[in-house]
């Protein structure tokens, strides 16, 4: 079957029923029926019949799309909306070479532009550059404020190889940081390390890994997601690991799906089911291999925010919960908000103006609940509600649950005020 049959098939399982319409943060964000997913549906349905050009109009609709997956997850009728939209960009690049790019898409795909990428913005974050340009209302002037605040601290040294397990040996772990979570992560993947070393366990973070291919999956670029797989399945399979673990939800929406992709040989396949079948979200592995703290703090109110990639695709969400129970004397809150932050890939590069639109009502319900600190396990949901709340000016904390568990196990009582 043809890539435009394949579109056409699965479009024709939505029945235009709109039931997905309030579970949509870009339909909710601007009630423009082109913003939901049936009207996307209905687009994808025309380009594939030739009843509609390719033109600029529609690809922006297509691309103002952030891949929640939160209309999948509402549809009665099963619509595989992720695979109807990653065809159709695939037949939109093989057929017409058209579909969004962005400069971070093709930066992410090489490693050594983006550890050039690293030790410049290192530069300019130390240098006192970054604060004039912000205080003299520069980048502003250059529609780069909204970018520019997403960024997080970063560190020019780069991570080690491996961390040797600190107990008697009980195994032998790796981390997937692939492409930027190396860079921006740094404290969530040092805190993973930490804690497994503390367990008995030789942690080890492979330089050589890729990123997991999701960005140029979405765009249609479906030779180079499998190559990035494959690349990163072979480095991963040198080593009979127990376990692969990840930090990054977004990230792991692709790696889940490594064994689904269009490998040619049956030998392929099976190499990435071996991948997908040792990957475990962090938390949740962090939880069943080491032993229960006797932390105990005081006046700290967290509140836990579950991104739309593990509640909708990985699934387990109260592993989060599950694991910060541990610290006692702590007020633990679930966000009650289910939308979407924004962060989703490039998209602040290619949208800003609509991914701070559709945070609002996150920020909203963060702010109503005035917590210190804010755990979410996406990296760009961490990116994302962390430059919203400092833009409000909003003296919340957004950091990843595996770092507010290794500051609590390793420093005595430091989470009981507001951090500075």
Known sequence: MNLAAQILSLADQCVKCGICLPYCPTYTAQHNEVESPRGRIALCQALACGLAPVD?????HLDSCLQCRSCEQACPSGVAYHHLYTRTYQWLRTTRGKTHRSWLSQTLLRPRLLAV?????????RSGLAYLLRV????????????????????????????????????RIAVFTGCVGRYFEREAIEATASIATRAGYQVDFLPQQRCCGALAHHQGEVATSLALARANIQLFSRYDYDAILFLSSGCAMQLRHYAD??????????????????????????????????QTTHNTRVVIHAPCSHRNVIGNTQAVEKLLRRIT???????????????????????PILAAQV??????????????????????CCLSLAAGLRDQRQNITVLHPLTF????????????SRPG
């Open 56 to 60: 600029s109009s529609i690809l922006q």
């Open 117 to 125: 990428m690293n030790m410049v913005l290192w530069c300019y974050q």
């Open 136 to 171: 003299s209302q520069i980048l502003a002037a250059l529609g780069l404020a909204q970018r520019e605040a997403w960024l997080p601290r970063l560190r020019l040294w780069p991570l080690p190889v491996a961390r040797s397990a600190q107990a008697t040996a009980r195994g």
């Open 261 to 294: 992709l269009d490998w040619q040989t049956p030998a392929d396949k099976a190499a990435a089911q071996g991948f997908v079948n040792k990957l475990h979200e962090t938390c949740d592995w962090i939880e069943r291999h080491t032993e229960p703290s006797t």
């Open 329 to 351: 004397g702590i007020t633990l809150e679930k966000l009650p908000a289910q939308g979407c932050c924004g962060g989703a890939g490039d998209y602040v590069v290619r949208n």
């Open 359 to 380: 945070r609002e009502p996150l920020l909203d319900a963060v702010v109503a609940l005035q917590p210190q600190f804010l755990v979410t396990t996406n990296l760009g």
């Open 405 to 416: 568990y290794a500051q609590a196990l390793t420093t005595p009582s430091p989470l009981g």
